[in-house]
């Protein structure tokens, strides 16, 4: 399978901590995106890194991009109930413009 | 951001009847649009893309007699579940792309095959 891997596959944490949810991939990447999906829901695209970067920022999060490992983190800052929802992770190729999706990390902050 | 629509955002149908899942750009001139499903808890599984005015390329595994693709304008392609099944319920989910790093995704059909 062309999927990528997550971990972990859920995750509980209090509001007010830090998530941390990472996210490898197999092929060579043009870019990696992360997505937020809520329940049943469509997806919301929250960040992009391309693969000349190693770090990215956008308010509560931070993704990093390592190409050597073909790994990439997510990181939410001081966390909040609302953003209890399930993230992915999805890689484009360098050849296509197909997006790969990760297994997902199913995040739970807990009020 | 494209704004990306699906009609229906869900739907029930019987085994062995035919269901079709339009997806529309509403702003956005849409090169490219993909076919994604997804089973309760699981990610995103990329069925086929879809060019306008050309046949869709399928993923491996994926039944392209029984899912078909018509990607008629750049504003609108039509995914058919023929001679739907229990195991074709799923969450389907489209994006389109001018071939940028961007890609908008609709919000997704519900399909529940009873």
């Known amino acids: 399978s062309q999927q990528g891997e997550e971990d972990p596959q859920a995750l509980s944490i209090q509001e007010g901590e830090n998530a941390t949810m990472n996210c490898s991939y197999k092929?060579?990447?043009?870019?990696l995106q992360w997505y937020r999906q809520n329940s049943g829901r469509g997806l919301v695209h929250l960040i992009l890194i391309r693969s000349n970067e190693r770090e990215k920022h956008s308010g509560r999060l931070r993704v990093t991009l390592d190409t050597s490992k073909k790994s990439s983190s997510l990181l939410i800052t001081a966390s909040r109930a609302a953003d209890t929802a399930s993230y992915f992770c999805?890689?484009?190729?360098?050849?296509?413009?197909?997006?790969?999706f990760g297994s997902g990390t199913r995040l739970l902050v807990r009020p | 951001g494209a704004v990306v629509s699906q009609h229906p955002s869900w739907v029930i149908c019987k085994s062995g009847t035919s269901v079709k899942i339009e997806c529309r750009s509403l702003d956005f001139q849409a090169t490219t649009m993909f076919w994604y499903r997804q089973f309760p808890k699981q990610s995103l599984m990329l069925m086929a893309t879809?060019?306008?005015?050309?046949?869709?390329?399928?993923e491996q595994g994926v039944e392209k007699d029984k899912f078909l693709i018509n990607h008629a304008s750049l504003t609108l392609s039509t995914l058919t579940v023929t001679s739907a099944h229990p195991e074709d319920s799923s969450f389907y989910i489209c994006?389109?792309?001018?071939?940028?790093?961007?890609?908008?995704f609709g919000p997704g059909t519900r399909l529940t095959v009873t």
């Open positions: 879809s060019n306008e005015g050309s046949k869709a390329t399928y």
């Open positions: 999805a890689s484009r190729m360098d050849s296509s413009y197909k997006l790969i």
């Open positions: 994006s389109v792309t001018s071939g940028t790093y961007e890609q908008y």
């Open positions: 092929t060579s990447i043009n870019n």
